[in-house]
């Protein structure tokens, strides 16, 4: 295969893909490690795909390295943000003992839930306030406030946090692919995402259309960790994938 050839079709896979491995590669095209690495590199310095550890990623991909405000996120995707939200809140049951993530989508939802028969935990302030406001019983982890999300993290808001086992949970996300799975910036946020979730039955992950094709550098759950609730697919790549809902097809 001549070599134009081999970085056209590395290119295709890629477009279709959004990432793959080199071994995968060099399966596929057969031939050696080592060839597809030296084409990688080419087409990396050419802007043609972003290599990484292990193989690459297409261009398409976003990489966000930092949260926004919560004043700077009220602002984005309200409308999808609440038909999403009004989705997955007839998703709780009497009964249910519910986790809800801090986020601005996670804060749509606590604007219209309606069940007041389930127990609640949450490590949003503003979560925690407004569940109590419409007499909700909710508990709230001690820890570290970060003043940017008004999340509570860190250390001992994981111990507590680990201590309990939900029936139903809810998280946001700043990005997601199937590779690299569901991400956000900051390493003590995503352990509270991560022990909360491997703590509860039926996991969602709240998040409208521009988290798809995002990466940002920490992962705290594997894409088939959770099923998606999302306003709309915007990359048929996904339409594959079976645990996505879209609520404004």
Avoid at 56 to 65: G, I
Avoid at 92 to 117: C, H, S, W
Wanted: hydrophobic share 40%.
């Amino acid at each position: 295969m001549l070599t134009e050839e081999r970085r056209k079709m590395i290119l295709d896979i890629l477009e279709k893909e959004g990432a793959v491995s080199v071994q995968e590669l060099a399966m596929r095209l057969d031939t050696s490690a080592a060839t597809v690495r030296r084409d990688l590199t080419q087409l990396d310095s050419m802007g043609k795909l972003v290599k990484v550890h292990g193989g690459a990623t297409s261009v398409s991909l976003q990489y966000v390295t930092h949260d926004m405000s919560m004043e700077e996120k009220y602002v984005l995707h309200t409308e999808e943000k609440r038909a999403i939200a009004e989705y997955a809140a007839p998703l709780i049951r009497p009964n249910d003992f519910v986790y809800i993530d801090a986020g601005t989508t996670t804060e749509m939802l606590v604007d219209v839930i309606e069940e007041k028969q389930a127990i609640y935990m949450t490590n949003s302030m503003v979560h925690a306030r407004k569940l109590s406001q419409k007499g909700c019983r909710v508990y709230l982890p001690g820890g570290e406030v970060k003043q940017l999300t008004e999340a509570i993290i860190g250390g001992e808001a994981a111990d507590f946090i680990r201590s309990y086992h939900f029936t139903i949970g809810f998280w946001g996300t700043n990005g997601v692919t199937v590779e690299s799975g569901f991400t956000t910036p900051e390493p003590h946020e995503a352990l509270i995402k991560k022990i909360s979730m491997e703590n509860t039955a039926r996991r969602y992950v709240l998040m409208d259309r521009s988290k798809f094709n995002v990466v940002a550098p920490v992962t705290f759950a594997k894409y088939t960790d959770a099923e998606i609730i999302t306003d709309m697919i915007p990359d048929v790549r996904f339409g594959k994938q079976k645990n996505i809902v879209e609520v404004m097809k």
